[in-house]
């Protein structure tokens, strides 16, 4: 049974690469294998990128002194990294991976807005488009999330500014959310959750 396991992430040629071990010990002899191994074929480790996370699975503290090196040089400890995309956690939650695609979301939208904030553009288009350019953005990678309400809560409510936003309605019109996000006028989104 494993009572802790490393992580070790670092950029071979623009790819991550991740050893794990359950041990500082093991992830230390990987990662001199791993050097080694890259050494022989004229290849060197970058020190500066080089980083580890540490999940404590059981719940006890870590009684290691050992720091984590490439040769004397100490690896930082982090407790976040991007990996294939996705910021990983070290306490298995997903709050920056939200705020990551909530993020791309808003950056989607802000070099669209030109389109999706002109009012001479037909709302059903503005639909059409804000399915196909914006909400993938937003929902990329949600498929494998262990979600929560609040999570489904932050997503849907940045897509109802933005849907608000394109349709040029506020709050302050008191129209109901169904209301905009059933399309009358056209934009027929679905709302964010679980399936």
């Not at 890259?38 to 996370?53: D, H, I, N, P």
């Amino acid at each position: 049974m494993f009572e802790k396991t490393m992580s070790l992430t670092f950029p071979v040629q623009g790819n991550d690469v991740v050893l794990v071990g359950e041990s500082r010990e093991e992830v230390n002899g990987r990662l001199e294998t791993w050097r080694q191994a890259l050494e022989a074929y004229g290849f060197r480790l970058s020190r500066s990128k080089t980083e580890y996370m540490e999940w404590n699975f059981s719940g006890r503290r870590s009684r290691s002194t050992l720091e984590v090196k490439v040769g004397d040089h100490i690896i930082p400890q982090v407790t976040r990294f991007k990996y294939l995309g996705s910021f990983v956690q070290n306490d298995g939650e997903i709050e920056a991976d939200v705020s990551h695609r909530i993020q791309a979301g808003w950056l989607k939208w802000r070099r669209a807005s030109g389109v999706l904030c002109d009012k001479k553009v037909p709302l059903k288009l503005k639909g059409k488009f804000y399915r196909t350019a914006i909400r993938p953005a937003l929902l990329y990678g949600t498929e494998c999330w262990a979600v929560k309400s609040q999570h489904e809560n932050q997503v849907s409510v940045t897509e109802m500014r933005m849907l608000r936003w394109m349709s040029g309605k506020t709050r302050q019109d008191r129209i109901r959310n169904d209301t905009i996000r059933e399309g009358r006028g056209g934009i027929h989104s679905r709302k964010v959750g679980r399936k």
